[in-house]
T-cell receptor
Framework: DGGITQSPKYLFRKEGQNVTLSCEQN?????MYWYRQDPGQGLRLIYY???????QKGDIAEGYSVSREKKESFPLTVTSAQKNPTAFYLC?????????????FGEGSRLTVL | GEDVEQSLFLSVREGDSSVINCTYT??????LYWYKQEPGAGLQLLTY?????DMKQDQRLTVLLNKKDKHLSLRIADTQTGDSAIYFC??????????FGKGTKLSVKP
């Protein structure tokens, strides 16, 4: 079945460590997105990519980095510079420029910093 | 700037109708969306409405759009305990992303 796979589902990290969250899609979508979700805050856009080898900062990019070397993959690295990284991270993808513009989401990765 | 507002909580009894309201700011958004999030899971698209429509009905779901007031609502008829979740309203962003509200947590009491 086509979809978006995020891994790991749960991740624990010590302060000062970088961690990378995986996002893979087999929907042949051009665009991919990373959102952060905090209780009562809704979803906030971290980074997005509309095409391979190109990505743009979203509203809260500080302390995060991404890469888009393959169409299917858009990993997110949470660096030690992110001051409050404990959150639920959601990856999404969409067809660029066509269709209804809806986003398809993965099941999320919950990061806890100890 | 782009912004979406919705109330944070709604509590209803099983069998009643639920109405979740949302206001948005970007009148150029072609589509407006309702997503549902179960605990610990990702978001699933419930329904969407094209911006030149006033209403869309899909089984127990009715979406009403008032473009003049930039107001969107989602009505769930005969609400069931399985409808308990967080519901997000969203409008299209300028970069192909979606701008989400903070989510309305719907609690259904038996």
């Amino acid at each position: 079945d086509g979809g978006i796979t995020q891994s790991p589902k749960y991740l624990f990290r010590k302060e000062g460590q970088n961690v990378t969250l995986s996002c893979e899609q087999n929907l042949n979508h051009d665009a991919m997105y990373w959102y952060r979700q905090d209780p009562g805050q809704g979803l906030r856009l971290i980074y997005y990519s509309q095409i391979v080898n190109d990505f743009q900062k979203g509203d809260i990019a500080e302390g995060y980095s991404v890469s888009r070397e393959k169409k299917e993959s858009f990993p997110l690295t949470v660096t030690s510079a992110q001051k409050n990284p404990t959150a639920f991270y959601l990856c999404a993808s969409s067809i660029r420029g066509r269709g209804t513009g809806e986003l398809f989401f993965g099941e999320g990765s919950r990061l806890t910093v100890l | 700037g782009e912004d979406v507002e919705q109330s944070l909580f709604l509590s209803v009894r099983e069998g009643d109708s639920s109405v979740i309201n949302c206001t948005y700011t970007d009148s150029s958004s072609t589509y407006l969306y309702w997503y549902k999030q179960e605990p610990g899971a990702g978001l699933q698209l419930l329904t969407y409405i094209f911006s030149n429509m006033d209403m869309k009905q899909d089984q127990r779901l009715t979406v009403l759009l008032n473009k003049k007031d930039k107001h969107l609502s989602l009505r769930i008829a005969d609400t069931q305990t399985g409808d308990s979740a967080i519901y997000f309203c969203a409008e299209g962003g300028s970069q192909g992303n979606l701008i989400f509200g903070k989510g309305t947590k719907l609690s259904v009491k038996p």
